[in-house]
């Protein structure tokens, strides 16, 4: 029973940390602009085909370029232009509605998702792609507890990822500028802030640890849609919710609720 125990709980990490990695996305602009980024997930869906586009692009080079090396220039690329996605949205869907009634915005992400799905499924079709192996396929057993390489990379990666968010939230002028905005957004203009570049970092730094989820999804469950986004999407958006949404550390821990829940 405890080797049983033990086997669930590492793959609860697993999926858990993927779940969390997406609801830092959601957390991070609730806690600046009060308002539900509905089109998150499938800002997650894009940075999973931009994964997969960096690396089938990388692996066709005649160079024979190592795994690991094919695995960070596809996680760099597809969180560079996920991140100019993120800002991209917020710039030219969001930022006119910040003045206007909450339902407005909330129509607007809606709208958001559903043109990032459908041009995605117009471009690429609807055939799902398969995710190249990009992680050595060993399996591992310590103590009648099985795991393989591929699991411990996605967790430690996302812990990594989860750390330095925390500490650049909390120990960096930028995430001093997000608290002030969350906690009084009227007087912060007047200490010198510049809200709008200080939002669009946060839906840029959104955007890229979503994409890096997408790209452990991806490798962990390897088939990908255009519609996978919206089932993802919603999931990531309840951890939010149960972590407290606004909180980022709380978004972590909704992450491996739902993930031992479901596990």
């Not at 608290?179 to 730094?205: E, K, Q």
Request: glycine share 12%; with cysteine; charged share 10%.
């Amino acid at each position: 029973m405890f080797q049983l125990l033990a086997q669930n709980v590492l793959n609860a990490l697993q999926l858990g940390s993927v779940y969390a990695l997406i609801a830092l996305g959601y957390t991070m602009v609730y806690g600046i602009l009060t308002m539900i980024n509905f089109a998150h997930g499938d800002i997650f869906m894009v940075g999973t085909y931009l994964s997969l586009a960096g690396a089938v692009f990388l692996l066709g080079l005649p160079l024979k370029l190592p795994l690991v090396v094919v695995f960070l220039g596809a996680m760099t690329f597809s969180m560079l232009l996920t991140a100019l996605l993120g800002v991209s949205i917020e710039r030219l869907a969001y930022r006119p509605l910040r003045s206007a009634p909450r339902v407005s915005a909330v129509i607007t992400a809606l709208g958001v998702g559903l043109f990032l799905e459908n041009i995605t499924l117009g471009i690429l079709g609807p055939q799902p792609r398969h995710f190249p192996d990009l992680i050595p396929l060993a399996r591992w057993e310590v103590a009648g507890l099985t795991f393989t390489p591929l699991q411990v990379l996605i967790i430690v990666m996302a812990a990594g990822l989860m750390i330095l968010l925390d500490l650049l939230v909390r120990r960096t002028l930028l995430g001093m500028a997000m608290r002030a905005i969350s906690y009084n957004r009227p007087i912060v203009p007047l200490m010198g802030v510049p809200v709008d570049h200080v939002i669009s970092l946060t839906f840029a730094i959104g955007s890229a640890i979503a994409a890096a989820g997408g790209l452990l999804y991806g490798l962990a469950y390897p088939v990908i849609d255009p519609y996978m986004g919206i089932m993802v999407g919603w999931k990531a958006f309840i951890c939010a919710v149960v972590g407290g949404i606004g909180n980022i550390r709380g978004a972590m821990i909704g992450g491996f609720i739902l993930g031992i829940v479901e596990i």
